[in-house]
């Protein structure tokens, strides 16, 4: 029995290792594999499957502390890393109803400077909790309230004056004498200056968002106001003399006034609109506009041509608080003037061959 079993085990090895056998396997195989090629190739590329990203967002506790006692007035919480100065006012507010965002001044250190509405907490967080001091900034009007304060008090200010109304002068007087023509044409370059403004600010400049202290509107106001009625009480005066060299000076002086005021609005237009580029942030370049060309001589033409319009207006009405203002605003505008030049040379490379800020070759 067991010779038996020996021996077809050796006869069926003798079938596995012969040529034939061999040949009929590896023929299967083949055949076998190219049925599995052609269904993997049938069954199209792979497809990976997509990696699951787990997104893990941190979220920031702001405590809100009185700056002067150092008392907790509130705690902010539930801030991602992509809010903003801004949402922690929002915030602020609805905890506190009584201060409104636009006064409310956040600082990251006591007497430090009042962080910027854009800037992110994930700037200015060195941990998960963030201590921010408040301070109220008090009664907030926006720039644009206060630009349109500022011009449109002038304005009227200047017409009553110029209508003689009975309480401010003499009936008498204003009966008797006739206005000379340069009454007229000051009141006309008067409107003229401040009507520009209006539009300018409505329409051309990108007044800032932010907030500015009441107090500000009122010292504006009381500046722009209180020069208006002196200057306007005295051209409009029945007793006004006129210029000392006549028409000839009125007219120069006043071809020079227009000159300086379409000036100043060309000047704004090209600042307050990037340039073909679509890129602002790169100085302002002259372009086919001869108004323009002002920019090759100083930084700040816009003020250049501000000044320009006073001088010739004091030229033309030949008045000592016209002069006075005159003087006042070339003070001041020159002082912007040089701190935005200084601004200018930091931040443009190419704009180191302009060298005045506001008066060719002197200022």
């Given amino acids: 029995m067991f010779k038996r079993h020996k021996f077809l085990a050796s006869e069926r090895r003798r079938e596995l290792i012969s040529p034939g056998a061999t040949r009929s396997i590896l023929k299967n195989d083949l055949r076998n594999f190219h049925s599995l090629s052609q269904f993997i190739l049938s069954a199209g590329p792979l497809k990976s499957i997509p990696a699951v990203k787990h997104s893990k967002t941190t979220h920031f506790e702001i405590e809100i502390l009185d700056a002067q006692t150092r008392k907790q007035i509130c705690i902010v919480d539930k801030m991602t890393q992509k809010s903003t100065i801004h949402d922690v006012k929002q915030k602020f507010h609805k905890a506190c109803p009584k201060w409104y965002p636009s006064r409310v001044g956040l600082q990251l250190e006591r007497g430090g400077p009042f962080l910027k509405d854009y800037i992110t907490i994930q700037s200015v967080a060195s941990s998960s909790i963030v201590t921010l001091y408040f301070t109220d900034l008090?009664?907030?009007?926006?720039?644009?309230?206060?630009?349109?304060?500022?011009?449109?008090?002038?304005?009227?200010?200047?017409?009553?004056?110029?209508?003689?109304?009975?309480?401010?002068?003499?009936?008498?007087?204003?009966?008797?004498?006739?206005?000379?023509?340069?009454?007229?044409?000051?009141?006309?370059?008067?409107?003229?200056?401040?009507?520009?403004?209006?539009?300018?600010?409505?329409?051309?400049?990108?007044?800032?968002?932010?907030?500015?202290?009441?107090?500000?509107?009122?010292?504006?106001?009381?500046?722009?106001?209180?020069?208006?009625?002196?200057?306007?009480?005295?051209?409009?005066?029945?007793?006004?003399?006129?210029?000392?060299?006549?028409?000839?000076?009125?007219?120069?002086?006043?071809?020079?006034?227009?000159?300086?005021?379409?000036?100043?609005?060309?000047?704004?237009?090209?600042?307050?609109?990037?340039?073909?580029?679509?890129?602002?942030?790169?100085?302002?370049?002259?372009?086919?506009?001869?108004?323009?060309?002002?920019?090759?001589?100083?930084?700040?033409?816009?003020?250049?041509?501000?000044?320009?319009?006073?001088?010739?207006?004091?030229v033309m009405t030949q008045t000592l608080p016209v002069g006075i203002f005159t003087l006042l605003m070339s003070i001041q505008m020159s002082l912007w003037a040089q701190k935005k030049h200084k601004i200018y040379l930091k931040k443009f490379s190419s704009y180191m061959h302009r060298k005045s800020a506001m008066i060719p070759f002197i200022l």
């Fill in 138 to 314: 008090g009664q907030q009007v926006s720039w644009t309230t206060v630009f349109l304060a500022e011009y449109t008090g002038p304005l009227l200010i200047y017409l009553l004056f110029y209508l003689r109304i009975p309480y401010i002068y003499d009936m008498k007087d204003s009966s008797r004498r006739l206005r000379h023509p340069v009454v007229h044409l000051a009141c006309f370059c008067h409107c003229i200056h401040y009507i520009r403004y209006l539009l300018e600010t409505l329409f051309v400049h990108k007044v800032s968002t932010g907030h500015t202290p009441l107090k500000n509107l009122i010292k504006s106001c009381a500046f722009y106001w209180g020069f208006t009625s002196w200057i306007a009480y005295y051209i409009n005066h029945p007793r006004y003399t006129p210029p000392s060299f006549g028409n000839r000076q009125v007219t120069v002086s006043a071809i020079n006034f227009l000159i300086c005021e379409a000036g100043n609005h060309f000047i704004n237009v090209v600042l307050a609109h990037p340039n073909h580029t679509g890129n602002n942030a790169c100085f302002p370049s002259p372009n086919y506009n001869p108004f323009t060309w002002m920019f090759f001589l100083v930084s700040c033409p816009n003020y250049t041509y501000e000044i320009g319009s006073w001088i010739s207006f004091t």
